[in-house]
């Protein structure tokens, strides 16, 4: 059985199943089938076993993998932040006011 260090796909446990199935279209056999058996022992996703199976059928037929680098860019996370907050004293917010039911140390209002 594959280890979790060993597939084609980086981090592939936590891609969404919409993602895998994109990713496996650069995968050759071997690496569709190193997936299969690990997805069968581990989380057993009808959809993944599906997929990959279609794939590696697809791939039988004479289809070939499509280009691209499995461990490419990922858009499933979230670009790093520029740093830094964008707020100045521009951008603050207007002063807070007293309560309605006065200050206390602001003779103008009652007490």
């Not at 597939?7 to 997936?35: C, E």
């Not at 959809?47 to 280009?67: F, K, W, Y």
């Not at 004293?89 to 039911?101: I, L, M, R, W």
Request: overall charge negative; proline content about 15%; charged content about 15%.
């Amino acid at each position: 059985m594959p280890e979790h260090d060993t597939l084609p796909l980086p981090d592939y446990d936590h891609l969404p199943v919409g993602s895998l199935t994109s990713r496996i279209r650069t995968l050759d056999a071997d690496g569709l089938q190193t997936l299969l058996t690990y997805e069968k022992a581990h989380a057993n996703r009808v959809q993944v076993i599906s997929a990959v199976n279609h794939r590696l059928a697809d791939l039988e037929s004479g289809t070939q993998p499509s280009g691209g680098d499995p461990a490419a860019a990922q858009p499933e996370h979230a670009p790093a932040p520029a740093g830094g907050s964008p707020v100045t004293e521009a951008t603050s917010g207007p002063p807070v006011n007293p309560p309605s039911h006065g200050d206390p140390t602001n003779p103008a209002q009652p007490r």
